[in-house]
Every structure is written in C-alpha cells, then in structure tokens.
C-alpha cells in the first residue's frame, strides 16, 4: 500500500473540491487494468511527464501502459495554475555555477527555454485547444528593493524592465514597485492541455488506465511489476512520473527523496472592463511577485482572474479553509479595488520540491530499467513536458537530443526520512521574514 507524509486528507477529494478546471471541458474514462499484461514500458502516473513520456515512446513504437491512480486529470496537472514557464528549479544561476559549473548550468537553462517551445510545439502538432495566451511572463517586484534586483537582472539578460509609474500604462496597475517581462512562456488551460496530451499518446497506441493505482512494485529478472487492485503490469522498463503525489515505497528508493508542499488557488467571477480598469489591471499577462513565499495570477480569457499562493503546513478541513481565506486576504491587500468581486471557485493541490532545489530526471542508480521525472518546484507545465520526452529517449538507451543537464541527475534525500515536514515551518518562517 501507498506510505504518504501528509494525511489521507491531502490525497483525497475534498482539497481539489470546486476546481474550476473541472467545469472547462469534460474528462476522459480510461478502463481500468483488468488482469495481467505484458508491456515494454510500464509508466506509473498519468500527469504532463507520464502522458507526455507515453506519447513520445509510443510515437518511437515501444509499447506503453499508465497507470493512474485516480481519474485523469485528478492530480496537480488537472489543478494547477496554468503557466508554461521558465522554471523548474529553485536554485538561482549563480548558486548553481558554484555547485555544478557554468557550462551545465548553461544546459540546464537551455533545457527550461526548451521546455516552453516542447509545450508549444505539442499544442501546435496535435491542434490542441488550451486557451493559450500571454506574451511571454511578467515578475512583479513587492519592495523597493526587489525593484533593484529586477533592474539589474534587466541589464543582463533580454528580459524588458518597467518602472512603477509605467506600470499603469502597461495594464499592470496594482501595488508594486516594478516589473520585469520575459519574453519566453504562455498561460494555458492545464486541463484542456493534458487531455490534449492524453488523445495524442491514445492516438500513438499507448494504453492508459484510471483508478488503477500502483500499490506495490517488484522487480523479478528482467521485468519490473505493478500490482494495481485488479491486475498487474509487467513490464521490461518502468518510468516513475508521480511528483507531488508520491510514495515512500513505490519505489523504496524515493523514500525522503521529494518533499510535497501545498499550492492554494482561486479564480473570480469574470470581472468587468470597468472594473479591470478601476483596478488599472486590463493585461492578459501571467505574472508572479518576487516574495519567497510567492503570490501568482493572471486575468484569463473569460475575464476570470486567478490568483494562487504557496501555503499550508498541515493539511484538514480546519486548515483548507484557513489557507483559502488567507488566499483571498492576499488577494484583496494586492488588488484593494476588487475586495467586492466575488471568488467562485478554490482548490489546493501538491508541487514537489527536492533537496538540492533542482527537478530528478534521468535513471534511478542501482536499479536497471527505472526511471523517473519529478520534483519541478511548482512549474510542471513545461518541466514535466520536457521531463517526459527526456525520458522517452533516455529509456530506449539514446543520448537525448535535446538539452539535458547533469544538474538534472541527482535526489539526495532530506534529513529526517519521513518526519521531514517538520523541516518546513522554519524554512517557511524565514522566507516570510524574507519577503
């Protein structure tokens, strides 16, 4: 059986309860596995990296089965926010050219650029509908000080700096210092993405299962298994795309490995154009602010704004409804000209986050024919895309074509095995400090 860190109320309905992904477009019904089968490549999760990784093997002619363990679309690929972005990784360049050298870090930012033009090129390929929009992201500086960090990030990279008295005329009007655009990412719909992802890998000849969770896996020889509550998979190769939603034992390798943390989102009712205007924010811009503890949010084509934020420690009922209505104080500090616009809809869900702050993809050490893509610090649109099509190539033995770093290559465990959330109330009390 699955071995979790949080409470089963964390992994069960009621946090995603009143998605409003969940009204955009129906979900697919996958069959259950029923039985035993035989595949060459056994993908356990059916997120961005695990459809992605099925439609691009299926697409080389290996044979691929999912396993998902709940509904499509259930986990944080169904939930998210929405922004195909640079990102991935929670160490800055500098930090990361100490530890690992300029030249992979170079690779590595590559691979981030890479990832967004994956993310296109698969909406475009497979006339995928996502409601995609945005021109490039915009990070919204929360101090004076923050300002002067962007305006110097500004200096060195093609990236356009805007002053807080431009910011008006630009549609970004609220309480910040400045803001600092990049021309490279998009907003999309993750619902209408990931279903468009789950066609095109059908489509490819790959075999996707709802409700069939992996509740133990063994290797036997050659072949690894997942014994799921109907049936069982055998396969010769077995990739692990379960990120946030992961298990201590599935495999035992990934024990202490990845460390899941809550994201809360809320969306609007469609707002006005006078009252965008009232607010000075009419920009179809995905933005961020430059807290540690990060707010982002975006106004997205129906007009709806939404609005999320890194958050609780504990996960109940009682602290559900304390994160959602921390949620909407800091939506209405940052946007004061909207506290009468209503919320209609608030879900959380889990990112994942690794010791050393950067995503695992690539080959698990000691153990023949596992893989595994996950930990993407909340920016799993692109990084779980790209992270899958790394692994395509990877499990089939190829030197990958596309950028892929060492940096990528490595999940040293965290102190504490699985009392490790005891770890984060102090890191979290800092970077509110911080910010």
């Excluded at 979900?27 to 695990?50: C, K, N, R, S, Y």
């Excluded at 099925?54 to 679309?73: D, F, I, Q, R, W």
């Excluded at 500086?141 to 910011?167: G, N």
Aim: charged share 15%.
């Amino acid at each position: 059986m699955m071995r979790r860190i949080f409470s089963d109320y964390a992994y069960g309905a009621s946090p995603r309860s009143n998605c409003w992904w969940d009204e955009t477009c129906p979900a697919p019904i996958w069959p259950e596995l029923q039985g035993d089968q035989t595949v060459d490549v056994a993908i356990i999760g059916g997120g961005f990296t695990g459809l992605s990784a099925a439609l691009h093997m299926s697409e080389a002619g290996l044979k691929v089965a999912v396993l998902e363990a709940e509904t499509p679309g259930w986990g944080a690929s169904g939930r998210n926010g929405g922004f195909c972005c640079l990102g991935g990784a929670k160490l800055g360049a500098r930090a990361m050219s100490r530890l690992h050298g300029s030249q992979e870090t170079q690779v590595y930012q590559a691979g981030e650029e890479a990832a967004v033009h994956l993310v296109e090129q698969l909406i475009a390929r497979h006339g995928i509908d996502a409601d995609t929009h945005s021109q490039g992201e915009t990070v919204m500086a929360h101090s004076a000080k923050a300002r002067t960090a962007l305006m110097r990030e500004a200096a060195d990279t093609r990236s356009e700096f805007i002053d807080a008295p431009q910011l008006a005329a630009q549609g970004l009007g609220g309480n910040f210092h400045g803001a600092l655009t990049t021309p490279v990412g998009f907003a999309l719909n993750p619902r209408k993405y990931l279903f468009g992802l789950a066609d095109a890998a059908q489509s490819a000849g790959a075999d996707l299962y709802q409700n069939s969770p992996a509740l133990r896996l063994h290797q036997d020889g050659k072949h690894w298994h997942a014994v799921t509550p109907k049936g069982q998979l055998r396969a010769a190769q077995m990739v692990i795309a379960t990120n946030g939603y992961s298990s201590e034992n599935l495999p035992d390798w990934l024990a202490g490995r990845y460390m899941p943390a809550q994201s809360t989102v809320m969306v609007t009712r469609p707002i006005t154009p006078d009252e965008r205007a009232m607010q000075g924010w009419t920009s179809a811009q995905m933005a961020y602010d430059t807290r540690h503890m990060l707010h982002y949010f975006r106004l997205m084509p129906d007009g709806r704004f939404l609005f999320g934020m890194r958050g609780g420690l504990t996960s109940s009922p009682r602290s559900e409804q304390k994160i959602r209505s921390l949620l909407r104080r800091h939506f209405e500090g940052l946007f004061p000209k909207w506290t009468h616009v209503e919320t209609t809809h608030s879900w959380s869900g889990m990112v994942c986050l690794s010791r050393n702050l950067v995503p695992f993809v690539g080959a698990v050490p000691d153990h023949q024919g596992l893989f595994a893509g996950l930990c993407y610090h909340g920016n799993g649109v692109a990084m779980g895309s790209y992270s899958g099509a790394l692994l395509a190539q990877l499990v089939q033995g190829n030197t990958p074509d596309m950028p892929y770093s060492k940096v990528l290559q490595r999940l040293p465990r965290f102190p504490l095995g699985r009392a490790r959330r005891l770890l984060m109330p102090p890191a979290y009390g800092l970077l509110s400090l911080l910010d």
